[in-house]
């Protein structure tokens, strides 16, 4: 026995074995090749045509307005208040249903906003929102 010396089978393997790798990789590239040609049959169907234009079709704003003195303005026009509800039904049943903007003036009397919104929604139209202006500082 001889010390200070080392065998030739104590040396560290500093290079990896590249024979499973490659095994492996051959063993992937068949099933890859037999599934392939699998995937690619399909049913022959025949699907309808459509276009595909998006449709811009705005639904038209109507602006109903109540002022001080508890008239009613339908887009700036006056309006009497028994053709309010005639009115309203009239926009409800249209394509597309019109969106609804209810302004009230700040001096109005809260029973002629809310007539309005009611008459509105028993009309059946679904777009109401309610137009403020921003305060001034």
Do not use: C
Not at 18 to 45: A, E, G, Q, R, Y
Not at 106 to 127: F, H, I, P, W
Request: net charge negative; glycine share 4%; aromatic share 6%.
């Amino acid at each position: 026995m001889a010390f200070g010396t080392q065998d030739d089978t104590d040396d560290v393997m500093n290079e990896i074995n590249m024979t499973p790798l490659v095994d492996v990789m051959l063993v992937l590239l068949i099933i890859f090749i037999i599934t392939v040609p699998v995937m690619k049959h399909s049913v022959n169907i025949d699907l309808p045509r459509a276009t595909s234009t998006p449709q811009d079709a705005k639904p038209e704003t109507i602006r109903l307005s109540v002022d001080a003195q508890g008239r009613y303005f339908w887009n700036e026009q006056e309006l009497p208040e028994a053709d309010l509800v005639p009115r309203l039904e009239e926009a409800s049943r249209r394509d597309p249903q019109p969106e609804l903007h209810l302004r009230g003036d700040k001096e109005a009397r809260y029973e002629r906003v809310a007539l309005a919104l009611a008459a509105a929604q028993r009309a059946g139209l679904r777009r109401i929102g309610f137009i403020t202006e921003p305060k001034t500082p």
